[in-house]
């Protein structure tokens, strides 16, 4: 349980309240699950507080709850003390979730069921980061496109496939949403251009020296130069291509013609930046993923091995034991 960290103190997260707050002041309710992304709600809110200071206007009003008004504890133990319970949102307010992960599931129905209230009234409803999960749990995101995290991507979209599971840095619009952390402050940016104009939002992201503004069309920036450690462009290619056909494998030959080298000379390029082959790089990120999706969603194991490209179990069995030591199921047991 989240709760058995023991954090020193008490974080208070909330927005002016002074007489200045004006009626049209737009309003954002960020409600916090237990091991929520602390990180992705500084990134949320400190575009709100940039925006009213730069422009000396009260633009913008927010609040933190919680489901049942109980201080909140982050994933890295600090807790934050909420404005009370989630209560129905008042016209022009936004709900945002950050949720995460580890979610115990304890205040589901009820999360569910607020969440769905508030879907029904027409609330702008929003998720960053792993509060994607709470809003796809409570049938809200249904036809969406979403903006996930790359590492939790294929298992999002294994467990939801009813929505449209993008690596963009944000998704806005009706159900906004971003991948975490810094991704945040790139769709709240937006969200103040949207409302208030660009320059505004250059001011903010000036202010919070935020110097790569990205948009609803910018991938995250995590590519496999960087997640492999290479920079030969033509291999760096070839892997992006790879990621991308986990499911059904590419051949050796079909590996080849991508790279524009013959069969030998793609080995050559993969042993000198690797040290390995093709199909023994192809074959690692395959059982990589495989993990992902054991630790991270309820598919059998049988569905877990045909998302990764294995027709046959007992071969999926055998190459996943032989590279991780114990047996698909038993990883199962333990996730």
């Known amino acids: 349980m989240l709760h058995q960290h023991q954090p020193r103190a008490a974080a208070k997260v909330t927005a002016p309240t002074n007489a200045e707050t004006r009626a049209d002041s737009e309003g954002f309710v960020f409600l916090l699950l237990d091991g929520f992304d602390a990180m992705a709600l500084s990134c949320a809110t400190e575009p709100l507080r940039q925006a009213n200071a730069l422009s000396r206007k009260a633009l913008y009003n927010w609040r933190v709850v919680s489901v049942t008004g109980a201080p ?16 129905p949102l008042s016209r022009g307010e936004s709900l945002f979730v950050i949720g995460s992960p580890a979610e115990d599931g304890s205040g589901r129905a009820a999360l569910n069921a607020a969440l769905r209230r508030e879907a029904a009234h027409g609330t702008r409803i929003g998720a960053i980061g792993s509060g994607i999960h709470a809003l796809a749990r409570a049938g809200i995101l249904d036809g969406e496109e979403v903006a996930a995290h790359w590492d939790h991507a294929d298992a999002l979209a294994e467990d939801f496939p009813q929505l ?58 995590v590519s496999a130069q960087s997640r492999y450690g290479v920079r030969n462009a033509r291999l760096v290619r070839v892997l992006a291509v790879m990621e991308e056909n986990l499911e059904a494998p590419l051949s050796a030959q079909e590996i080849a013609d991508i790279a524009g ?39 059998s194991v049988t569905e877990v091995a045909v998302a990764c490209g294995y027709r046959s179990l007992s071969h999926f069995a055998k190459v996943y034991r032989a590279t991780f030591g114990q047996a698909p199921r038993r990883m199962r047991a333990v996730a």
């Not at 909140?72 to 209560?87: E, K, M, N, W, Y």
């Not at 963009?168 to 991704?183: C, K, M, S, W």
């Not at 042993?271 to 082959?277: G, P």
């Open 72 to 87: 909140v504890v982050a994933a890295g133990g600090l807790t934050v003390l909420s404005d009370g319970r989630l209560t």
């Open 164 to 221: 449209e599971v993008s690596r963009a840095a944000f998704v806005a619009g009706r159900r906004p949403t971003a991948p975490g952390g810094a991704a945040a402050t790139d769709l709240m940016l937006h969200l103040i251009a949207e409302r208030h104009g660009g320059d505004l939002a250059t001011r903010i992201a000036d202010a919070m020296v935020w110097a790569n503004v990205r948009g609803p069309q910018s991938r995250q920036t």
């Open 261 to 299: 080298m013959s069969p030998r000379q793609t080995e050559r390029l993969f042993a000198r930046y690797l040290s390995t082959t093709p199909m023994g790089f192809y074959t690692k990120m395959r059982l990589e993923r495989a993990r992902s999706l054991l630790m991270q969603t309820e598919l």
